[in-house]
């Protein structure tokens, strides 16, 4: 393996793309076939129907609503949820931005709690101190498909009385002592979005296991109706968020070899926890213990102070020119542009001053320490993840031998 590094004129350790995703098998194929020549592809369809109770079973659920995206999911579960103009809903800062866009659209207030760093998931003792009387949700994230701390949230939940909503949207399969994601609080979203575990392009799905509670999403995914109720008759101000037929036809294959490819993943992120792990200034996340990530994606995070100080970025732009795409990810949300609040457009987030938070948790995983890796990198074979740990380990060594160097890169 040389040893100077591709931006600096070197062999790069990677030149093939990592295994393709999404990945095209011949069950989606013939699912999706299937749909378009025999079956509705909307409402009505059986497929959409068969969905629904396999996806409910996979995560454990009593029931499934397939739903156009994820984010959609998210504010029919907080409509579900009975959340009103003015109310507060409790979500992590590191985040994808639909966990908080979808609180604005319900003209609920989005109040940011902080992460554990080690974990890179919501604190639940940063949620307590944020309860007030206003607060009607909490959105847990299962970040990277790693289950957030759900027993501590099931207590608050009890000793409050504040319903939990998950956002499992990267946890296809995730557990925790022993129950899959999603339908562990009152309901969860996932989402089925091209870079997922399990892909149609756009889509998702809430799970949960309280009838009402699925009722009330069904209403609003659907334009207001009720079940069983008539076509022109509108009881809820919802909309049409209903998944294709077709979508659904592409994800039911995929329900079994999600499952197949878990024990791929789970293989290759230890392999790569042990390697990169090994190298000094690396270190692997937490995950709670009793529980199982999907693997969304390969976190590790990156201790600046033994490399040289020198930067993340740095860093990035060198794995890159060795053929290994790292990257930092999520932004701390209430840095977003989105949060300087305009008060004539969002009065009821009128006084709010994002802009002034500061999160330590979420500051040092967003701007220091995260590195990202994508997730289709964890179904490689192995000499795919040694050229991964290559890479890793190349750039570290060069940036401990020669910091100086680095100075020449620019951002
Ligand atoms: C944590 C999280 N929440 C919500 C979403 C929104 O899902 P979608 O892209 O399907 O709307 C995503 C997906 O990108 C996500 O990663």
């Known amino acids: 393996m040389s040893t100077d590094l591709a931006i600096f004129g070197g062999e790069p350790i990677r030149k093939e793309p990592f295994p393709a995703w999404p990945r095209i098998t011949e069950e989606m194929k013939r699912s999706l076939i299937h ?5 509705e592809w909307g409402v009505g369809s059986k497929t959409i129907t068969l969905f629904n109770e396999q996806f409910a079973t996979m995560q454990d659920a009593k029931y499934c609503l ?14 579900a949820a009975g959340i009103e103009a003015g109310d507060e809903v409790i979500l992590p800062s590191y985040t994808f931005i639909a966990t908080a866009t979808a609180v604005v659209l319900a003209n609920a207030v989005p109040v940011f709690a902080d992460i554990d760093k080690k974990t890179a998931n919501l604190d639940p003792t940063s949620v307590e101190k944020l309860i007030t009387k206003k607060t009607k949700a909490i959105i847990p994230v299962h970040t990277a498909g790693a289950p957030a701390d759900m027993k501590a949230f099931l207590d608050i939940s009890k000793k409050y009385n504040i319903p939990i909503i998950e956002d499992a949207a990267q946890g296809h399969g995730s557990m925790i002592d022993n129950k899959k994601v999603g339908a562990i609080g009152l309901g ?4 089925f979005q091209t870079s997922k575990n399990m892909s149609s392009g756009e889509g998702g799905a809430i799970v949960s296991n309280d009838e009402s509670f699925i009722d009330a999403c069904f209403s609003y995914h659907n334009c207001g ?6 076509w022109y008759e509108h009881f809820r101000l919802g909309s049409n968020m209903r998944m294709s037929a077709l979508n659904a036809a592409v994800l039911l294959p995929q329900i079994k070899s999600v499952e ?4 791929l993943r789970e293989q290759n992120r230890q392999y790569l926890d042990s390697q990169i792990g090994g190298i000094d200034g690396f270190v692997p996340m937490d995950l709670i213990p009793g529980s199982r990530s999907s693997n969304h994606l390969y976190m590790v995070r990156y201790l600046k102070e033994e490399f040289n100080n020198i930067s993340r970025e740095l860093f990035f732009k060198a794995m890159q020119a060795e053929g290994v795409f790292t990257y930092k990810g999520w932004s701390p949300l209430y840095k977003e542009p989105l949060f300087s609040i305009n008060p004539k457009e969002y009065p009821w987030l009128e006084g709010r001053n994002y802009g002034d938070l500061f999160h330590s948790g979420t500051e040092i995983i967003a701007e220091e320490q995260a590195v990202w890796l ?5 179904l490689g074979s192995s000499d795919d993840l040694k050229d991964v740990v290559d890479a890793f380990e190349k750039v570290s060594n060069a940036i401990k031998k020669n910091p100086k160097k680095f100075d020449e890169i620019k951002l």
Do not use: M, P, Y
């Not at 749909?35 to 079956?39: H, N, V």
């Not at 995206?69 to 409509?79: D, N």
């Open 35 to 39: 749909t378009f020549e025999e079956e």
């Open 66 to 79: 397939s739903i156009h995206s994820g984010t959609s999911a998210i504010w029919i579960c907080l409509k």
């Open 188 to 191: 969860g979203i996932f989402s």
């Open 225 to 230: 109706r009720v079940r069983n109720g008539k």
């Open 260 to 263: 197949n490819d878990f024990i």
């Open 374 to 378: 994508r997730q289709n990198h964890l």
